[in-house]
């Protein structure tokens, strides 16, 4: 089973940049309010996590880097990456780039 | 206008020097007789020659109109990475402009894998790849950055390693425009 959650319909159709500092809908706001929530769901469902990335206005790579580095922190790389999926038909190549951000959070 | 007669009738008159000299030569002999099956394949081996010079045009002009096409894709995206290039040299890089900038030039860039494949050119993937890293590297410089009041706030050492990295990525578009060009 798995649990979907779409950023643009569940969170902003305009994400931020890092920190709550920076404006609205940033990083921070996100890992905080919606996805630490929803991964603590899922993990205790044993479903795995489904993110779609794709109907927003784009993102700043800080807001990429603090959401989901800031969850492999937190949870460890190998059980994020077990349990998330992400997928992009708009920017294929954002799955490989948060990829790196979840490795990166490790070291 | 003038110049365009002057070379028609250089041509004619060295034409006709050439068949006054070549009548005149004594093994051209001209028999009032017409040969039906050398006449037959004199029409048919022009028939064959103007199909084969229409079939040879008509093929390049697809292949000229499938380049124009894939490089005014190409021109299109490095019009609008060049908007971003200006808004960090005046340090005015708005937050939205910008992200939505990179997303849809990330985005085309993906798309014109496809076209190349319809197009049947498949020697240009690493050129789309390297032209993706380079813009994915421009974007972490930039939307990396801190935001005030909605803009991004780049330090000098970032807006001089974008200036290097933007170089770099005008070469490679070039690169890629010069090789379809060349196909």
Excluded: W
């Amino acid at each position: 089973m798995e649990k979907t959650l779409k950023i643009s319909k569940d969170f902003s159709p305009t994400p931020g940049a890092r920190y709550r500092t920076d404006g609205k809908f940033s990083g921070q706001e996100f890992y905080e309010t919606v996805l630490k929530r929803c991964f603590e769901e899922i993990l205790k469902l044993k479903y795995k996590l489904k993110i779609i990335l794709d109907g927003t206005h784009g993102y700043a790579t800080s807001f990429l880097d603090e959401a989901f580095g800031t969850l492999a922190k937190d949870f460890g790389v190998d059980v994020v990456k077990n349990n998330v999926v992400f997928i992009s038909e708009e920017e294929p190549y954002l799955v490989n780039e948060i990829n790196e951000y979840i490795t990166n959070a490790h070291s | 206008m003038l110049r365009k007669y002057l070379k028609y009738g250089i041509i004619v008159f060295i034409s006709s020097i050439f068949g006054f000299f070549t009548s005149s030569y004594e093994y051209f002999k001209f028999v009032s007789e017409i040969n039906l099956v050398d006449f037959a394949n004199l029409v048919i081996t022009s028939l064959i020659g103007l199909f084969i010079a229409v079939t040879i045009q008509k093929h390049q002009a697809n292949e000229r109109i499938e380049k124009d096409l894939l490089i005014s894709e190409i021109s299109q995206i490095k019009n609008d990475l060049k908007t971003i290039y200006t808004t960090v040299l005046n340090e005015n890089i708005d937050f939205s402009d910008t992200v939505f900038t990179f997303k849809i030039s990330s985005s085309n860039l993906s798309n014109l894998e496809d076209l190349f494949k319809i197009c049947q050119i498949n020697d240009c993937k690493n050129n789309i790849s390297s032209l993706l890293n380079k813009v994915n590297q421009l974007k972490r410089i930039v939307t990396n950055s801190p935001v005030q009041n909605n803009k991004f706030i780049i330090t000098d050492d970032d807006k001089n390693l974008f200036f290097v990295e933007y170089k770099k990525l005008t070469e490679l578009f070039l690169e890629l425009i010069v090789k379809i060009n060349r196909k």
